[in-house]
């Protein structure tokens, strides 16, 4: 049976590619696997203390962490568009000047958001004095989709997203960069947000899809190809002619 190269090359290419790509998948759900399993393991781990020492995102993240200081009220930041059970509301993200140097951020809190005027803020509670919270290291205050930056102009209170490198450089606070995701106080003090926070999803069945995907169109390829060549040889069996392009230009009847 006679091989055409160039087709056969092409199909080659295109497995060759679909299985790479399926397998970066495969390897993408796995890291992720590893990290739900990190996440896991930190909900059930004593809390990290928060201090004027630098801590790096990637040593700190999803850990649960304690920082004792005092709330920056001036500086507060609502982020917009933060829905909880399908009512609109704000994120409420506040500096806490720790209690040995530094300052970090803590994202105290969902807030609902007056329907009637759309700036005004409901009211909530501050504890005034050195506090001490708990919650979780993030990486930011979770991300909105926004056009353009109008909507995390500097100096707003009110913006779609906060960045704790851009909010440094804003208010040159010498901020962590985390955000701690609070879950209360200790002791317990009743300031009126709601922090019924979302687990995190690292959405690893997604990857698992895209990976049978990939396969899928590898075997595909695969399947054109050999049907493609047997077709190719039982026309040079029985002598019919193999219907190529017209390279005069005319088309048959």
Known sequence: MKIRLVPALLILIVMA??????FWQRDRAH???ALQAQITQYETSAPQT???APLALKDIQFHRVRASGTFMPAQVVY????????????YVVMPLKLAGGGVVLVNRGWLPRNMAVRTAIAPYETPTGVVEVEGIARADATRAFELGANGSAAHQKIRQNLGVASYAAETGLPLQPFVIQQTGFVP???DGLVRDWPVPDT???RNYGY???WWGMALAALLFGLY????AATKARTGEPDPGPHLNGHMDN
């Open 17 to 22: 590619v679909t299985i790479r790509l399926g």
């Open 31 to 33: 890291q992720k696997e």
């Open 50 to 52: 928060v201090g004027a």
């Open 79 to 90: 982020l917009d568009n933060r829905p909880y059970n399908d009512q609109p509301g704000f």
């Open 188 to 190: 317990a003090f009743k």
């Open 203 to 205: 959405d690893v069945e």
């Open 211 to 213: 990976m049978l995907q």
């Open 228 to 231: 493609a060549a047997r077709k």
